[in-house]
C-alpha cells in the first residue's frame, strides 16, 4: 500500500511539473525564436557556409537581428531571398549582389568526372544534401536534381576531378526574371510644399532688405 502512494504522488508530481513546464514554455517563449524558425525554415539547410556564417542556423539568427542581408544564401537562390523579403517587409535583392549591375551568378551544379575518380568517397562525406552516389573504390556520380550547387564537394577531391558548371537552362528550369525596383526615399508633399513656402518667404525677406 504504501509503493501505490509512493507511485501515485510521485507521478503526480511529475505531472505537475511536466504541466508547469508546459505551460512556461508557451507563455515565456520568446518572439525571437519564432522569427528565427520561419527563417531556417525558409533556408535550404545545406550548411554550405557560401552566406558567411557556420551554417543555416546562424545566418538565419543574423538576419533575425537585422545584421545579415537576406540575399546570401546561393542555394536558396532569388526564390529564397523573395520568400525572405516577403516574410520579414525588407526589399528584395537578388542573390550575388546583382542590384547594382553585377550579373547574378548562375546557379550551378557539380558534375564528376567519372574516369578519373578514385572512390574515396570524400566529396559523399562532404555533401549536405546527399547528392553524390558511389561506394568506396568505386566510381561516383551526382544526382543533378539533388545537387544545390554549394561547391562543398570540390576541395575535398583529392585528384580534383569535379568540375562545377551552369545549370542549362531549359523549359523545366527556366524562371520570370522579376524586374527590381529599387525603392527610393521621396519627400512627402506635405513636405515640399513647406519648403516651397520656406523659399518664398526667404526671397521676399531678401527683397525687402534691397
Ligand atoms: S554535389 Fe557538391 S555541389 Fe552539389 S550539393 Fe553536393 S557538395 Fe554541393
Ligand atoms: S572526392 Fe573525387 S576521387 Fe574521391 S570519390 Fe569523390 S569524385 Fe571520386
Redesign the pocket.
Known amino acids: 500500500m504504501e509503493i501505490l502512494t509512493a507511485i501515485v504522488v510521485m507521478a503526480l508530481g511529475a505531472l505537475t511539473l511536466g504541466a508547469a513546464l508546459g505551460y512556461a514554455a508557451i507563455r515565456f517563449k520568446v518572439e525571437g525564436d519564432l522569427i528565427t524558425g520561419k527563417i531556417e525554415a525558409i533556408l535550404p539547410q ?1 550548411q ?1 557556409g557560401q552566406c558567411g556564417f557556420a551554417g543555416c542556423k546562424p545566418y538565419a539568427e543574423a538576419i533575425a537581428r537585422d545584421e545579415a542581408e537576406i540575399n546570401l544564401c546561393p542555394p536558396g537562390g532569388d526564390e529564397g531571398a523573395r520568400k525572405l523579403a516577403d516574410l520579414l517587409g525588407r526589399e528584395f535583392k537578388p542573390v550575388s549582389g546583382g542590384g547594382d549591375g553585377e550579373a547574378a551568378k548562375p546557379k550551378l551544379t ?1 558534375i564528376i568526372r567519372e574516369a578519373e575518380c578514385i572512390g574515396c568517397t570524400l566529396c559523399i562525406q ?4 546527399d ?2 552516389v558511389g561506394a568506396a573504390r568505386q566510381m561516383h556520380t ?1 544526382i543533378d536534381a539533388l ?7 570540390v576541395k575535398p577531391c583529392p585528384v580534383e576531378c569535379i568540375d562545377m558548371a551552369p545549370v542549362p537552362e531549359t523549359l523545366a528550369t527556366w524562371k520570370y526574371a522579376y524586374p527590381v525596383i529599387p525603392i527610393k526615399s521621396v519627400e512627402r508633399a506635405s513636405d515640399v510644399s513647406h519648403n516651397v513656402a520656406a523659399m518664398n518667404d526667404a526671397e521676399s525677406s531678401h527683397q525687402k532688405v534691397a
Open positions: 545545406t554550405c557539380a562532404a555533401c549536405p544534401v547528392a553524390i551526382v545537387c544545390t550547387g554549394c561547391e562543398l564537394c
